[in-house]
């Protein structure tokens, strides 16, 4: 067992002379500091990108032959308080943020980062935060055996507890709301604005992760990173109006109809004070906040009817499936599906917006079956444009019709509509990925959402299907 005295006098001793330590000195603390964990021959490494600019020491600690992390020791001043950090929400600083990419990149799956005062262990691949410190007495505490040279080759790290689903989405509501907040309370925008705002910000990462919006001149993922570079500078000056300009560009470009332009919404934003925060906290959030399931559970909190409806199961409705089951080539642009939030859920859009695509295939795979016309000669380009006019709609571009003419979802509250809104965004991106399908023009989703009436069709019919039993009952 190792003394705790030792490791805290090891910290304090090269706190003190870091500052104007030699690149020499620098890592004779770095290598003194792991060998408290029983490291005693870490293999130093010259990490790629802008690692490199940084006043830091790396090592590889290896297990056998293979890496096991990547230790970094940074000069103080460079790490910021875990508490300073988990008070706004966030999973990384912009040290570690850098020191985990460059991580990542050299297949390292594990990061560890210090100053002798603080530490910071991730999982580089999942972009997770596993465990802090913010005191030598805490690293001690925290990771004194966990980074134990035998435990690691015993597979200590990858024990580690990892937080659940639930937890990361608490943290990512508390981070939006507390923006919400800001911009309502500081900057008087109205609440749905506000709500807009942060919804927004999610969409924007979540594309820029999976680099949805990309065609020759134009791609989502360096666009936004250009903003975020903006923002991190010690002068953000430019860099709200550049945000604004690139949600300009994703509505006019791409139809996404969540960025239509907001004069009031977007003048608050175009204060380098607000957009330049809140980009440079979207960029330290972790990755695996901004999966579908995990932005849907976000949504988990509030009244109990509320919370419910996140997590519903959709259930099977044979009224619904022997609908579709009816339709033919010839009605598949008047099919139409009608969904009811309040009764059904969220989960039920991303179910029933599948099961009405995969009834647009079958008919496209029937359309292509039947006996094909006379090919226009080469010339005539008429005929071939009646050929192609004649192709129902749902077949030549299923999801856009879905959107725009097949799929009706009711909603019964603001926050109901707002969180149909998001997910329906996030799932047509899920759906392209599967596919393999390039985005090229966003349909228009908002087109399917609809305030719900007092009575749904659906609810007349049950109402009058209950009235007859009744009825035969008394006779």
Not at 313 to 328: G, H, V, W
Not at 432 to 461: G, H, N, T, W, Y
Request: with cysteine; charged share 30%; glycine share 4%.
């Amino acid at each position: 067992m190792k003394p705790t005295r030792d490791l805290r006098q090891l910290c304090e001793t090269w706190w003190e002379r870091l500052a104007k330590a030699s690149k020499d000195e620098h890592s004779q603390a770095a290598e003194q500091f792991l060998a408290w964990f029983g490291w005693t021959d870490p293999a130093p490494v010259a990490c790629p990108g802008d690692v490199n600019r940084m006043q830091v020491v790396s090592y590889l600690l290896e297990q056998g032959t293979q890496a096991s992390a990547a230790a970094f020791l940074v000069m103080p001043g460079l790490l910021k308080s875990p508490a300073v950090m988990h008070h706004r929400f966030l999973d990384f600083t912009e040290t570690t943020r850098i020191l985990v990419n460059a991580t990542r990149s050299m297949n390292v799956r594990y990061a560890f980062i210090s100053d002798l005062f603080r530490a910071y262990l991730y999982d580089s691949s999942s972009d997770e935060l596993l465990l802090s410190a913010d005191s030598p007495s805490e690293i001690m505490t925290e990771f004194g055996t966990v980074l134990e040279h035998a435990r690691v080759q015993e597979g200590s790290l990858d024990d580690l507890r990892r937080q659940p689903r639930s937890h990361v989405a608490r943290q990512l509501r508390e981070w939006g709301q507390s923006w919400h907040d800001t911009l309502v309370s500081e900057w008087q925008a109205p609440d749905d604005s506000a709500w807009l705002a942060v919804d927004r910000l999610v969409l924007l990462r979540y594309m820029a992760e999976r680099n949805t919006l990309n065609r020759a001149g134009w791609q989502l993922r360096p666009k936004f990173m250009n903003v975020v570079a903006m923002s991190t500078r010690s002068n953000p000056e430019g860099a709200g109006r550049e945000l604004v300009r690139l949600y300009h560009e994703i509505y006019r470009d791409w139809n996404v109809g969540l960025y239509a332009p907001e004069g009031r919404m977007d003048a608050i934003l175009e204060q380098d004070a607000v957009s330049a925060s809140m980009i440079r906290e979207l960029a330290l959030l972790s990755r695996n906040k901004f999966q579908l399931w995990t932005v849907l559970e976000s949504f988990n909190y509030g009244e109990a009817a509320e919370k419910a409806r996140v997590r519903m199961i959709p259930e099977e409705n044979e009224e619904r499936m022997l609908y579709l089951a009816k339709q033919t080539l010839e009605t598949v642009d008047e099919v139409c599906i009608e969904l009811d939030l309040q009764e059904e859920g969220y989960r039920a859009l991303f179910y029933w917006f599948d099961q009405l695509t995969g009834f647009y295939e079958r008919m496209s795979r029937e359309y292509e079956q039947m006996e094909p016309p006379a090919e226009p000669e080469s010339t005539d380009l008429f005929a071939w444009s009646e050929a192609n006019a004649n192709q129902p709609h749902a077949i030549r571009d299923p999801f856009q019709h879905a959107f725009e003419k097949g799929f009706r979802v009711y909603h019964a509250s603001d926050r109901q509509r707002r969180t149909a809104r998001l997910m329906l965004h996030l799932h047509l991106i899920e759906r392209s990925r599967q596919e393999k399908s390039r985005i090229v023009r966003f349909p228009q989703i908002e087109a399917c959402l609809e305030v719900r009436p007092r009575m749904l069709d659906s609810d007349r019919r049950r109402l009058f299907e209950g009235q007859a039993e009744s009825e035969w009952e008394a006779m």
